[in-house]
């Protein structure tokens, strides 16, 4: 990690010089697959404030932001803008809980492959379904969003896991991805559909063939011989544990069978080398036990920080930003519209340069800037309430800084897990802590959805209806 300016060791040469050390051994076409899959395929991860944003990876999470940054579009006024991210986010989250355990039988060719058509399919059903207000049916254009979010949370847990067989940098670049997906997908939708006039059918129609770009950057641009040769490792050394089957072994049960040492290769390790073993481990109920003790443990320095961050950064952005309206003469919008997606691509701006960040810097405890952003829900709401903040450029400086603080705790809780977490326990650990992601945006989604209706009717009540003239 670089030193921090004005710290005895800075001074510009140094900085130069860890620049370079650094990144001499970045592998170009590693750092450009991580950063596309970022983009194109992950789940959760950042609140959405432009219509309901976030993103993950940049090709994993571009068409999560995208549809969340198209809520207003696709539900209308009159319905919280939290449905379209519940419709997005539970299902994946279902995905983050439950997959680690037995993701491991596909392959990871399969996995992008099946990741890829979801999205599209997802994507063209949202599309080509008409507008509710054409007589269209939101219910048919939510099944939509369920097909893109089962394959941005297993886009999400299977690139996290892929990060351990290409070091930290892929890390560095997935999270770099996942801003960028955010920022991208906020900016061009609002800029296709607000500055450029497209219309909403068309801007998604486009976005159904992104998913184009994950099996190019799987098959194509990332380099296969780490996976391919991944030494086996033990899954249990946090434990103390020499090899997988004594790891596996029931201390009270000394006849269980013992695991076969061409079966000791981590949990993964079907995925890495391209083939599924037919033949189930007898104590495949074993790991099966010995992974939910793996995620406990995972819960206090991992899991709470990244929670609590992505309910308040959701609540922010579902509940409290669609309220967060000026009189449009005291703004330089000409729509009340148009505050929804500004928020969102700004919010977008700190995530990607937080996320882009673990290269150069990195924070050890995420429970500050947890706690810092449950400071901004605090204060956002307040205002929502009181009318205090003077005018909306000190909300954009807070929109800002939320997006910096979401940024910092997600990429760095991942880079910390590389870090702190023996090599055997990495891969299920990076994938099962991303379920902390979606199941804080799923928490969020239903209090925004709650916080919404009551912000708005009191400002309603205290005549301040630019809410309802969105």
């Not at 800084?401 to 990495?426: C, K, M, Q, S």
Request: glycine residues 8%; hydrophobic residues 45%.
């Amino acid at each position: 990690m670089l030193p921090l300016p004005g710290a005895p060791s800075s001074s510009w040469a140094m900085y130069k010089s860890r620049i370079r050390t650094t990144f001499h051994s970045a592998d170009p076409r590693v750092c450009a697959a991580f950063w596309l899959f970022g983009m194109c395929g992950s789940s959760g991860c950042n609140a959405d404030i432009s219509k309901a944003n976030s993103a993950r990876g940049l090709i994993n999470n571009v068409l999560y932001v995208i549809i969340l940054s198209s809520a207003l579009d696709l539900v209308g006024t009159n319905i919280p803008k939290g449905v379209v991210l519940l419709a997005d986010v539970i299902p994946s989250f279902l995905v983050k809980l439950c997959a680690p355990y037995f993701i491991n039988a596909v392959p990871y060719p399969i996995r992008v492959i099946l990741f890829a058509t979801l999205s599209s399919c997802g994507m063209l059903l949202i599309a080509l379904t008409p507008a509710y207000t054409d007589g269209g049916s939101i219910s048919t254009k939510m099944a939509g969003v369920v097909l893109a979010s089962l394959s941005s949370g297993g886009g999400e847990l299977s690139f996290l896991g892929l990060t351990h067989f290409y070091g930290p940098l892929s890390l560095a670049a997935w999270g770099s991805g996942t801003g960028g997906a955010g920022l991208i997908g906020a900016g061009a939708y609002a800029l296709a559909t607000t500055v450029m006039g497209l219309s909403v059918k068309g801007s998604l129609l486009a976005s159904s063939l992104l998913p184009i770009l994950m099996l190019i950057s799987f098959f194509i641009v990332l380099p296969r011989g780490p996976l391919r040769g991944s030494p086996r490792i033990d899954s249990k050394v946090a434990n103390g544990a020499h090899t997988l089957s004594e790891a596996l072994t029931d201390p009270e049960d000394p006849q269980e069978e013992q695991v076969s040492e061409g079966e000791d290769e981590g949990l993964l390790n079907s995925s890495s080398t391209y083939h599924n073993n037919s033949t189930r481990s007898p104590s495949s109920w074993k790991l099966f036990k010995t992974n939910l003790r793996r995620s406990r443990s995972l819960f206090v320095p991992f899991m709470l920080p990244l929670l609590l961050v992505y309910i308040a950064e959701y609540t922010i952005n579902q509940g409290v930003a669609p309220t967060l309206l000026f009189p449009l003469n005291t703004t330089p919008f000409a729509h009340y519209r148009a505050f929804y997606p500004t928020y969102n691509a700004i919010y977008q701006t700190g995530v990607f340069i937080s996320r882009s960040s673990t290269p150069f810097f990195r924070i050890h405890n995420l429970y500050l800037p947890s706690l810092l952003q449950i400071a901004n829900l605090l204060l956002l709401t307040l205002h929502a309430l009181f009318d205090f903040l003077p005018n909306v450029y000190v909300v954009f400086a807070v929109v800002f800084w939320e997006g910096l603080l979401g940024g910092l705790v997600y990429v760095n809780t991942f880079a910390e897990i590389l870090e702190r977490v023996p090599p055997g326990d990495r891969e299920f650990s990076l994938g099962a802590t991303s379920v902390s992601d979606s199941g804080g945006i799923c928490v969020a989604g239903f209090l925004g959805m709650a916080l919404e209706v009551s912000l708005c009717g009191y400002q309603v009540r205290h005549q301040r209806d630019y809410c309802k003239r969105l």
